[in-house]
């Protein structure tokens, strides 16, 4: 057996992805192997480690992932302020070689992902009552899913995951995908995750900005007004459903320019603030902190 420190740094040397699930996984999925659903731990060095975890969702509309931009330099940045990062590979309809619509499989592995990180804390090193969620585009669409559609563990399952909470404590969604509504939705995204001529509930339920209660964790968001992929009215949408329930610490930071997409904004001609905004947000929460 593996000592705790021992398993800690293992991983933080090799972040390789692990299976999310067991034997069975719920939804639909894939029979290719490599469509399985995993979850990458890249831990902060142990001399900076706060505490704080964040599950990182990039995106794709549901058909894919960015995994560079969103997700390894995400992972990055964040151990360089001592978060550890975990890289969630969720399913979507082209790599999972399923044919639209793929609901719930990937609400299902943003949840499982959370209940995992906040199970295994002490294996990482991680406060489980300081983990997040982090997505862009349709992975900010799948983090705000967490962020409303959350659950507090099965207390009878016999798998301690199950018996975990899938509410993060807090969110940020750059870029996100809010709605499923005509108008306003990312077509694509709606597409994949719940069909073109999906039915109205299904519609309903994947609104996140329909399902904020006060329960919803502190979210920052960051959109651009020169978005034309994901409009800004996205953001909008959930900052004022956020504002509505009381749902105090919550932050939308807008920019004019930059277009879909940017990750962290460094490769601009004027590059983006937002990170230095969200590093602000993440102090001002004592996310930064050691503890």
């Given at each position: 057996?593996?000592?705790?420190?021992l398993?800690?740094?293992?991983?933080?040397?090799?972040?390789?992805?692990?299976?999310?699930?067991?034997?069975?996984?719920?939804?639909?999925?894939?029979?290719?192997?490599?469509?399985?659903?995993?979850?990458?731990?890249?831990l902060?060095?142990?001399?900076?480690?706060?505490?704080?975890?964040?599950?990182?969702?990039?995106?794709?509309?549901?058909?894919?992932?960015?995994?560079?931009?969103?997700?390894?330099?995400?992972?990055?940045?964040?151990?360089?302020?001592?978060?550890?990062?975990?890289?969630?590979?969720?399913?979507t309809?082209?790599?999972?070689?399923?044919?639209?619509p793929?609901?719930?499989?990937?609400?299902?592995?943003?949840?499982?992902?959370?209940?995992?990180?906040?199970?295994?804390?002490?294996?990482?090193?991680?406060?489980?009552?300081?983990?997040?969620?982090?997505?862009?585009?349709?992975?900010?669409?799948?983090?705000?899913?967490?962020?409303?559609?959350?659950?507090?563990?099965?207390?009878?399952?016999?798998?301690?995951?199950?018996?975990?909470?899938?509410?993060?404590?807090?969110?940020?969604?750059?870029?996100?995908?809010?709605?499923?509504?005509?108008?306003?939705?990312?077509?694509g995204?709606?597409?994949?995750?719940i069909?073109?001529?999906?039915?109205?509930?299904?519609?309903?339920?994947?609104?996140?900005?329909?399902?904020?209660?006060?329960?919803?964790p502190?979210?920052?968001?960051?959109?651009?007004?020169?978005?034309?992929?994901?409009?800004?009215?996205?953001?909008?949408?959930?900052?004022?459903?956020?504002?509505?329930?009381?749902?105090?610490?919550?932050?939308?930071?807008?920019?004019?320019?930059?277009?879909?997409?940017?990750?962290?904004?460094?490769?601009?001609?004027?590059?983006?603030?937002?990170?230095?905004?969200?590093?602000?947000?993440?102090?001002?929460?004592?996310?930064?902190?050691?503890?």
């Open positions: 057996m593996f000592s705790t420190l398993l800690a740094t293992l991983v933080a040397a090799d972040p390789t992805p692990m299976p999310l699930w067991g034997d069975k996984i719920p939804g639909p999925t894939g029979s290719d192997p490599a469509n399985i659903p995993t979850l990458a731990a890249h902060a060095p142990a001399d900076k480690a706060t505490g704080t975890a964040v599950v990182v969702c990039p995106g794709g509309g549901y058909s894919g992932r960015a995994v560079d931009h969103e997700g390894k330099q995400i992972a990055d940045w964040l151990n360089a302020r001592g978060v550890h990062a975990f890289i969630l590979k969720y399913r309809a082209n790599e999972s070689k399923v044919k639209p793929i609901e719930p499989g990937p609400m299902l592995d943003v949840q499982r992902a959370v209940r995992t990180v906040r199970a295994k804390a002490k294996d990482w090193g991680v406060d489980p009552k300081r983990v997040g969620v982090w997505g862009f585009s349709a992975g900010g669409h799948l983090a705000s899913t967490a962020a409303t559609h959350f659950d507090a563990g099965d207390a009878k399952a016999a798998d301690a995951i199950d018996r975990t909470s899938s509410r993060p404590d807090f969110a940020i969604l750059a870029y996100p995908v809010i709605s499923m509504k005509e108008g306003v939705t990312h077509n995204s709606r597409n994949n995750l069909g073109p001529k999906a039915d109205a509930k299904l519609v309903e339920f994947y609104s996140n900005e329909l399902h904020v209660t006060k329960d919803t502190p979210t920052f968001l960051f959109h651009t007004v020169e978005d034309k992929a994901v409009l800004l009215e996205n953001s909008k949408l959930f900052e004022a459903a956020l504002k509505k329930a009381g749902v105090e610490g919550c932050k939308l930071y807008v920019e004019q320019t930059g277009p879909h997409g940017i990750g962290l904004g460094q490769k601009l001609k004027e590059p983006s603030k937002w990170p230095a905004e969200l590093e602000a947000w993440l102090k001002e929460r004592g996310l930064l902190e050691r503890k």
